[in-house]
């Protein structure tokens, strides 16, 4: 995907779980998972934009972010 630059990374999630297993698909769960296994580079993470198909900046200590998206 290409984003405003060349050189920025994007992730993206795609549930393929069924409804009844939402938990599994969580945001703010895989966001905490994510913020928990790499907690020496990550910073925070907010500014969910577009409910139907969200996106997420995932803030780096060095002041760089990667663009998360999910299709759940």
């Given at each position: 995907?290409r984003?405003?630059?060349?050189?920025?990374?994007?992730?993206?999630?795609?549930?393929?779980?069924?409804?009844?297993?939402?938990?599994?698909?969580?945001?703010?769960?895989?966001?905490?998972?994510?913020?928990?296994?790499?907690?020496?580079?990550?910073d925070?993470?907010?500014?969910?934009?577009?409910?139907?198909?969200?996106?997420?900046?995932?803030?780096?200590?060095?002041?760089?972010?990667?663009?998360?998206?999910?299709?759940?």
């Amino acid at each position: 995907m290409r984003g405003e630059s060349d050189s920025d990374l994007d992730l993206c999630f795609l549930c393929e779980r069924k409804k009844k297993d939402r938990k599994l698909c969580s945001i703010d769960q895989l966001l905490q998972e994510i913020q928990k296994e790499m907690r020496v580079e990550v910073d925070h993470y907010g500014g969910i934009v577009d409910l139907k198909h969200p996106t997420v900046a995932i803030w780096l200590r060095d002041g760089r972010h990667i663009d998360a998206h999910f299709w759940i």
